[in-house]
C-alpha cells in the first residue's frame, strides 16, 4: 500500500476544500472522506485493489474543489489531474491507468458501464457517501437553500432515493440495512 501517496492526497484534498474558492465548502471534504472509507469496505467485498480504489477516491472530485468551472466535466479533468499527481511519484502507468478510468466512470449521473470491480467500487462508494452526509444535506436544504422543513426533508429524501438508485445491485444488497435506517429516521 502507498501510504505515502494516500497521505498526501488526504492532505491535498482537504487544502483544496479549505480553499476560499472550493463553491462546495468543507463539507465537500467530509464527502470525499466517506467515498474513500466506503470504497475501502468495498473493495475488501469485490476483492478489488483496495489501493486504487482508495487513491480513485480520493481524487475522484478533484476538479469540482480545484475549479468549479470544471464542474460539469469534473471526471475527465479529474482524471488529468490524477495523472498529474500521481506522476510525480512515479506510481506504476497501468496503476494509474485505472485510477483514472474509475473517476471517469464514478458519476451516477452519468451512466458508463463499469468495466472492472475498482469502478464499481468508486462508483458505488460515492453513492451510498451521501448517507453518511445527512447533516451536510440538511444544511444545503436549510441554511444555503432556505427551504422549509418539509421542503428540506422531501429534498434530503429524493437525493438519497437517487443516490441508493445508482449502486450496483449487489451493493443495494449490501447497503439496504443503511438505506433503510436513515430514511426511516427522515420519517
Known amino acids: 500500500m502507498r501510504t505515502d501517496i494516500l497521505e498526501y492526497l488526504q492532505n491535498e484534498i482537504y487544502l483544496r476544500c479549505k480553499e476560499p474558492t472550493n463553491k462546495f465548502g468543507m463539507g465537500c471534504y467530509y464527502h470525499i472522506e466517506s467515498v474513500v472509507k466506503n470504497g475501502e469496505i468495498l473493495a475488501e467485498k469485490y476483492n478489488a485493489d483496495k489501493e486504487i480504489v482508495m487513491i480513485a477516491a480520493w481524487l475522484h472530485d478533484i476538479a469540482s474543489i480545484t475549479d468549479y468551472a470544471l464542474y460539469e466535466e469534473h471526471h475527465i479533468h479529474g482524471a488529468e489531474i490524477a495523472y498529474e499527481l500521481l506522476s510525480k511519484f512515479c506510481y506504476d502507468e497501468s496503476k494509474i491507468l485505472i485510477v483514472q478510468n474509475c473517476i471517469k466512470n464514478h458519476r451516477g449521473s452519468v451512466y458508463i458501464d463499469k468495466n472492472n470491480a475498482e469502478e464499481l467500487c468508486v462508483a458505488d462508494a460515492d453513492a ?60
Open 128 to 187: 451510498i457517501s451521501h448517507f453518511d452526509s445527512v447533516p451536510s444535506l440538511l444544511y444545503l436544504a436549510y441554511v444555503e437553500r432556505q427551504m422549509s422543513i418539509e421542503e428540506g426533508i422531501r429534498f434530503v429524501k429524493e437525493k438519497l432515493e437517487r443516490s441508493f438508485c445508482k449502486l450496483s445491485n449487489e451493493s443495494k444488497e449490501f447497503y439496504v440495512d443503511k438505506y433503510q435506517q436513515v430514511m426511516s429516521i427522515l420519517g
